[in-house]
């Protein structure tokens, strides 16, 4: 076969050369013919191997090109999904989901006005196929300005995992050198059971329980701020402590018991109960207002 006629026609001389097989052609009737009897889309596969001394400044452009088209594509789904995130509907329809399974741990989850900086940053989700929570986590380490944040922690993850990734040694977290020191299970891990009030009680954690036992009987704005405390370090909050794991007895007579500051048991009555759930439909409202 003459290789200088068009591989089509086998009449005129060839003009143009197929990317996807290569077959050559005279004109756009010859073009569309070969493309309907070869079912060919006429572009090369730019994922087929070629040698390297088939490799020229052709298949280096094409190769570059593929990688931009998908960089575009890339971007462009990146962008939908932003707009349908940002969308009021969807956007409440993810809240009411993550408050209902909050409120079913018994965690009252409360939510800011949109631009707020604290709303901005939450990026805790409720999985529908896990049934699971994955919480937003804030840091804040006691007398120092470090403050470190944690997406996607599902809330049957032990807090001691979670934050022993910060504590590991290294000249990155020098200040919280004082924290990697000591041993994990000594600090003292607190956070704020109302979000209103100078005085609000804290509770204080177990690191190594879950966080969906943490959070229990506990207001948040938006995701959860952990307040981490040296086991030297003092502090002058009333503490809420749950020792329901301890084999405590309580004399019923005695009416000594209330929020533990610093130096008390902190034992938490039934009464002590009623009013923790007062204070938290209190805040409810105050926040829906």
């Excluded at 087929?48 to 088939?54: A, G, I, K, N, P």
């Excluded at 005085?199 to 690191?207: G, Q, V």
């Amino acid at each position: 076969m003459n290789s200088s006629v068009c591989g089509e026609c086998k009449l005129k001389p060839w003009k143009y050369k197929c990317p996807g097989c290569s077959i050559r052609s005279c004109g756009l009737p010859c073009v569309k013919a070969h493309k309907k009897r070869a079912g060919c889309n006429g572009k090369r596969k730019v994922t087929d191997f070629v040698t390297l001394s088939q490799f020229d400044d052709n298949l280096l452009l094409s190769d570059y090109r593929m990688l931009e088209e998908t960089k575009r594509v890339a971007e462009s789904s990146q962008r939908i999904r932003n707009q349908i995130c940002k969308n009021p509907y969807f956007m409440e329809t993810q809240r009411s989901k993550l408050r209902a399974a909050a409120a079913r741990g018994r965690t009252n989850l409360l939510f800011l006005s949109s631009g707020m900086l604290n709303r901005e940053m939450n990026q805790s989700r409720y999985d529908n196929r896990s049934k699971c929570i994955s919480w937003t986590i804030e840091w804040r380490f006691h007398s120092t300005d470090v403050v470190l944040v944690d997406h996607g922690v599902g809330e049957d993850t032990s807090l001691c995992s979670v934050i022993e990734n910060h504590l590991k040694p290294g000249p990155w977290i020098h200040k919280l050198k004082p924290f990697c020191d000591v041993d994990l299970v000594s600090l003292k891990l607190f956070i704020r059971q109302y979000p209103k009030g100078e005085k609000a009680p804290f509770k204080e954690l177990d690191i190594k329980a879950s966080l969906r036992q943490q959070l229990a009987k506990v207001a948040i704005v938006e995701y959860p701020v952990i307040h981490v405390y040296l086991p030297s370090q003092s502090y002058d909050f009333d503490v809420i402590r749950d020792f329901d794991h301890l084999k405590t007895t309580l004399d019923p007579k005695d009416s000594s018991l209330y929020y533990g500051h610093r130096d008390t048991k902190g034992i938490t009555t039934s009464r002590e109960k009623e009013i923790e759930e007062d204070k938290i439909k209190m805040m409810t409202a105050i926040y829906k207002i």
